[in-house]
């Protein structure tokens, strides 16, 4: 197997995982109306960004930049979940 066989084999990886956040973000939603809880929670997203920087920080992995990718994943789930809110 070639370093980009590898890469796309990873790739692939990534996206099923993030089509199961996704999914598992719809399930909250769901739990979040059934409690009538603010789908924006930001002391959760703290908690979330916090625990991946740390497990970055065990895996030699740039802090910064997974706090930013991070950032952006869930931005995106907050957007979902809102649509699926308004629908």
């Known amino acids: 197997m070639t370093a980009r066989d590898t890469i796309d084999k990873i790739d692939r990886q990534l996206v ?3 089509a199961q956040r996704l999914q598992a ?4 939603l769901r739990e979040k109306q059934t409690a009538g809880t ?9 908690e979330v960004l ?5 497990h970055a920080r065990e895996l030699g992995v ?3 930049v997974t706090e930013e990718l991070f950032q ?3 931005a ?3 957007e979902h979940q809102n649509k699926l809110n308004t629908s």
């Open 38 to 46: 603010p789908i924006h929670d930001p002391a959760r997203e703290q």
């Open 50 to 54: 916090e625990n991946v920087k740390k």
């Open 72 to 74: 952006q994943i869930i």
């Open 62 to 64: 740039d802090t910064r």
């Open 76 to 78: 995106y789930m907050r």
């Open 25 to 28: 973000a719809e399930v909250a």
């Open 16 to 18: 099923k995982l993030f």
